[in-house]
Nanobody, 122 residues
Framework: QLHLMESGGGSVQPGGSITLSCVVS????????LGWFRQATGKQREGVAA??????SYGEDMSGRFTISLDSDKNILYLQMNNLRTEDTAKYYC?????????????????WGQGTQVTVSS
């Protein structure tokens, strides 16, 4: 089983950028696809991006502004977010899928971090 811990959240002005990090620990980390999800107040959690050994998947309307990456040597998952909008305000979670290949199907993700808050406002 895996443990995940996010960091890097904070307050950002519209149009700004921020990079989130997630430290992944455990055994056979390469057996799990990893991803980012977010949940805004009053809304359902939604998929942001996912990554495996050679594939990346982004949620709708996110591929142009968000970039997911993985430092496999350090087992740190990143989410770089540019041109932030107020609508991006949410608590962001990193998670690990039960499958090796990436997807944004939330039920597939069985290990979760506790989340880090990103607030975009003037």
């Amino acid at each position: 089983q895996l443990h995940l811990m996010e960091s890097g959240g904070g307050s950002v002005q519209p149009g700004g950028s921020i990079t989130l990090s997630c430290v992944v620990s455990g055994r056979e980390i390469d057996k799990y696809a990893l991803g980012w999800f977010r949940q805004a107040t009053g809304k359902q959690r939604e998929g942001v991006a996912a990554i495996d050994e050679g594939n990346i998947s982004y949620g709708e309307d996110m591929s142009g502004r968000f970039t997911i990456s993985l430092d496999s040597d350090k087992n740190i998952l990143y989410l770089q977010m540019n041109n932030l909008r107020t609508e991006d305000t949410a608590k962001y979670y990193c998670a690990a899928s039960r499958y090796q290949f990436c997807s944004l199907d939330e039920p597939d993700f069985v290990y979760w971090g506790q989340g880090t808050q990103v607030t975009v406002s003037s």
